[in-house]
């Protein structure tokens, strides 16, 4: 071999070492949470930048669907008026969701559906909320969570036999999981499945306000088998299984026209191949669906978002009082600046945790819920200012925003409320953190022994995170954002660092009980949200392409208001974990709950 092909050769080997050695680290981003890694001080950059983007090809698939529901939805204001006030949607409507192939979104082309990733099921849901809520709810409780679990953990057999009739929305899919003595605390629901001598379950139970109850053929049902210790298993359920009865749909505040209502299960037979995933796994099962599907509820946010955008700048626009349009007022502006700055981090966050779902990332969950709580409650704000804004108008029932706001008040309670997400977030978090804290302690003794030997024990991020906390070769994100942003970015380093010293500080005082300490694990799942999120708007802004458009210019804008607010909100929730007036606001609230009522009454 000549000195020529040699050095060719050698140069293929070593860039075929780069490239074993990027996809390892590739591979090993997969495993990875960069939301706990926060909690460690340390931020992924790998996971958050490039910012994720989709094919061409992926875009034009997206966008004749996004087409189709607009055309489907967008002169049907007036049927939604009327449907939330009976309180349902007719038949022939869903026919025409049926038509449009909304109900395989993300089945598989294979088994009849569209085959949608992650990305692309959020963004449609996105599109059909900005036009009603409830259309979103049929079609997202029944992909989201409904027959996700089927998708996920089914077998084959299972997805040959119903999947092509879920696409078709011949069958739709409900997920059957809240009982009446157990709504956030669902490892305790009592509907109880009996194994026969046949191999197959006999089932009994109730289960309440099941989203799609009504209108479904198809149930994922929990429950709890009466082998190992009670643990809880899946089911798929068939509607005309003699015993199943629906109750009567509800009267809800919002999301009036989509179906809920009571299932119940009166010594249902259960052939022993509609068991889905693993026996006593049904835990595990619930909530992995939660994870996955948490993506749509969130798209649908930003998307309800975006209308409440549409609405209130227009009224503000047009409204005149005191001689000008409202939309000159400052605190007009301050509120639209505020929608709009929610929604676009809403929509990176969510884009981002949709990302990870679709790489194949293994670990999410804590990402999901961030994304979930952040655009749920944002939504929420955006309804009520925008109503703010058309004030009288916004009231009537001639105008959507009363029933835009009705419709949002469930984000924060379904699919798990803000307060057990916020909980989830910080406790996953910490506990991350924690068994990290161990093992540095242990791997450092053993580096004062043996420093060669100490180190070696070290598992990759906590060897990292020694040189984070000794702010040593820290990965910079300020190198990935534009010059003018520098500052923003210093932000997330100096706070991600300031999250990690907190939860080594909590850990040590409270050690286990900080499982106790709600105030707590309040402000730091608070700090992480503001954290993930702000990043996921650093590293969009990154991505775009600098130039002198408006658009640009404000994109810049919403990153600098976004992280410069967050400064502040994260630099109060770290400085109240030292000082604060929990204890009294905890005392205070035992004595209400004795009282159960206000006791100073003023005549
Ligand atoms: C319209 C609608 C549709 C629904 N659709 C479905 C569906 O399709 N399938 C399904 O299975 N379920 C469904 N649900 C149920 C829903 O998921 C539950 O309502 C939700 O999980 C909360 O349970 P809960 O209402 O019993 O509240 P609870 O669990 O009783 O909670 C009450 C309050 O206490 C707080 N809380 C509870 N535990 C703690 C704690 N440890 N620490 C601090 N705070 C706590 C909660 O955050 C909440 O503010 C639906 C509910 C509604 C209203």
């Known amino acids: 071999m000549g000195v020529a092909t040699e050095g060719i050769s050698m140069t293929a ?3 075929e070492d780069k490239q074993n050695e990027t996809s ?79 109900f395989g979104l993300i089945i598989p ?13 959020s963004r449609v849901l996105q599109q059909s909320s900005r036009y009603d809520s409830s259309v979103s709810l049929t079609i997202g409780a029944h992909s989201s969570i409904g027959m996700k679990g089927l998708l996920l953990f089914g077998t084959d057999a299972q997805k040959e036999r119903y999947l092509p009739r879920l696409a078709s929305g011949e069958m739709i899919a409900a997920y059957c999981l809240t009982e009446s003595g157990s709504g956030s605390d669902a490892a305790s629901i009592r509907t109880r499945a009996t194994r ?66 009571t299932v119940s299960f009166a010594d249902v037979e259960i ?90 990332y293994t670990d999410y969950s804590v990402e999901a819920a961030i994304s979930k709580v952040f655009a749920s409650e944002a939504m929420f704000r955006a309804a009520n200012e925008s109503l703010q804004i058309a004030a009288g108008n916004g009231f009537m029932k001639e105008f959507p925003y009363e029933r835009i706001m009705r419709d949002s008040r469930i984000l924060t309670i379904f699919e798990g409320t803000s307060e057990i997400l916020r909980l989830f977030i910080a406790l996953s978090g910490m506990k991350y953190a924690g068994v990290l804290l161990q093992e540095l302690k242990s791997a450092t003794d053993d580096i004062f022994n043996n420093p060669i030997k100490g180190f070696g024990l070290l598992s990759d991020y906590a060897g990292r ?4 906390l000794t702010s040593l070769g820290q990965d910079r994100i300020i190198a990935a954002v534009p010059e003018i942003l520098r500052d923003d ?67 810049l ?23 604060n007036e929990d204890e009294a606001a905890k005392s205070l609230a035992e004595y209400i709950f004795d009282k159960q009522s206000y006791p100073w009454d003023v005549l």
Request: hydrophobic letters at 40%.
């Open 13 to 15: 080997n070593l860039a």
């Open 24 to 102: 390892a680290e590739a591979e090993r981003d997969l495993d990875l949470s960069p939301a706990k890694g926060l909690f460690c001080g340390e931020i992924i950059q790998s996971c958050f930048w490039p910012f994720p983007e989709i094919t061409n090809e992926q875009k034009e698939m997206l966008g004749m669907v996004l087409d189709s529901v607009d055309r489907f939805l967008e002169d049907k204001q007036e049927n939604f008026r009327q449907w939330d006030e009976a309180g349902e949607q007719p038949e022939e409507f869903i026919q025409g969701l049926r038509d449009l192939g909304l």
């Open 109 to 121: 082309e294979e088994h009849g559906g569209i085959g949608l990733s992650n990305t692309g099921y």
């Open 196 to 261: 026969n001598s046949n191999g197959g379950w006999t089932l009994n139970g109730e289960k309440i306000w099941i989203t799609n109850g009504g209108i479904a053929d198809f149930y994922t049902v929990f429950a709890r088998t009466d082998s190992d210790a009670g643990k809880l298993s899946a089911f798929i359920v068939e509607r005309d299984s003699p015993g199943v009865n629906i109750g009567l749909k509800e009267d809800k505040l919002g999301i009036r026209s989509s179906s809920t209502t």
């Open 271 to 360: 052939p022993a191949e509609n068991l889905l995933g693993e026996e006593g796994k049904g835990f595990k099962i619930a909530m992995a669906i939660l994870n996955s599907g948490r993506t749509g509820l969130s798209g649908g946010a930003v998307g309800g978002m975006k209308t409440c955008i549409a609405l209130a700048s227009k009224q503000a626009v047009e409204r005149k009082q005191f001689g000008s349009s409202i939309a000159e007022f400052g605190l007009i502006k301050k509120k639209i600046a505020e929608m709009t700055v929610d929604c676009f981090a809403a929509e990176s966050a969510v884009r981002m945790v949709s990302h990870y779902i679709d790489s194949g």
């Open 465 to 468: 995170r020694i040189t984070h």
């Open 489 to 555: 970015a210093l932000v997330f380093e100096k706070y991600t660092l300031e999250l990690a010293r907190m939860t080594d500080v909590l850990l040590r005082r409270h050690g286990k009980s900080i499982i106790e300490k709600q105030f707590a694990l309040q402000r730091a799942a608070d700090v992480v949200i503001d954290l993930f999120v702000g990043l996921s708007v650093l590293s969009r802004v990154s991505a775009m392409t600098p130039d002198d458009s408006e658009q640009y210019q404000q994109a």
């Open 557 to 579: 804008s919403i990153a600098h208001i976004f992280s410069q607010r967050a400064k502040r909100r994260m630099n109060r929730n770290l400085r109240a974990m030292l000082r």
